[in-house]
Structure formats: structure tokens, C-alpha cells
Nanobody
Framework: QVQLEESGGGLVQAGGSLRLSCAAS????????MAWYRQAPGKQRELAAQITSSGTTHYADSVKGRFTISRDNYKNTVYLQMNSLKPEDTAVYYC?????????WGQGTQVTVSS
């Protein structure tokens, strides 16, 4: 059974940093494409960043240069380092993986950036 557990969200001032963690079980993060999505109030869920099994990363234009996705294969965990945070980064952040034609989501972690 695939389980994704996010942590690391919180309240931070604009310009600050946070690191989100996604601890995975039931899958091996190093051989799957893992992603972070986010959903702001009243908006659709959107892709923030993803990392493929080969280590190729992709970022939304809105976070490029500020966010970094990475993984620790030993801990089977994916991270999202968020720097230079802006109020518009306020959202619930979700860890995501697609496996065997099924979508799996974590429960989400709230990130709030105050101006």
C-alpha cells in the first residue's frame, strides 16, 4: 500500500525559507517520478516541482530559481526546499506519485507566507 506523509509546513515571513518532506512507503522514490503539487485557496491544484527516476527536475515558472526538489534514497524521502518565499506561495502542498495507473496523494501540509 502506497503512503505519502508530508511534513515541514508552517507560517513564515516573506523572504523566508521552509523545507517540506515527503516520507514514502509502499514505493521506492528513486525509481518513480515524484512530485510536489500545491493548491491555494480558491484555485486549482498545480504542479510545483517534480523529479524523475533519472534525477531530472522540472519546476513551475512561478517557483523556478527559488524551489529545489530533491530526494534521499536511503530515507526514501522527497524534499522541497523553498527559499525567498512570497505571499503567493501560500497553499497546501501535496506530495504525489502515480504508480500502476493510480494516483497517490499525501494528506497535504499548509504553507502560509505573511507579507
Amino acid at each position: 500500500q502506497v503512503q505519502l506523509e508530508e511534513s515541514g509546513g508552517g507560517l513564515v515571513q516573506a523572504g523566508g525559507s521552509l523545507r517540506l518532506s515527503c516520507a514514502a512507503s509502499g514505493i521506492i522514490v528513486s525509481i518513480n517520478t515524484m512530485a510536489w503539487y500545491r493548491q491555494a485557496p480558491g484555485k486549482q491544484r498545480e504542479l510545483a516541482a517534480q523529479i524523475t527516476s533519472s534525477g531530472t527536475t522540472h519546476y513551475a515558472d512561478s517557483v523556478k530559481g527559488r524551489f529545489t526538489i530533491s530526494r534521499d534514497n536511503y530515507k526514501n524521502t522527497v524534499y522541497l526546499q523553498m527559499n525567498s518565499l512570497k505571499p503567493e506561495d501560500t497553499a497546501v502542498y501535496y506530495c504525489y506519485v502515480r504508480k500502476n495507473s493510480r494516483d497517490y496523494w499525501g494528506q497535504g501540509t499548509q504553507v502560509t507566507v505573511s507579507s
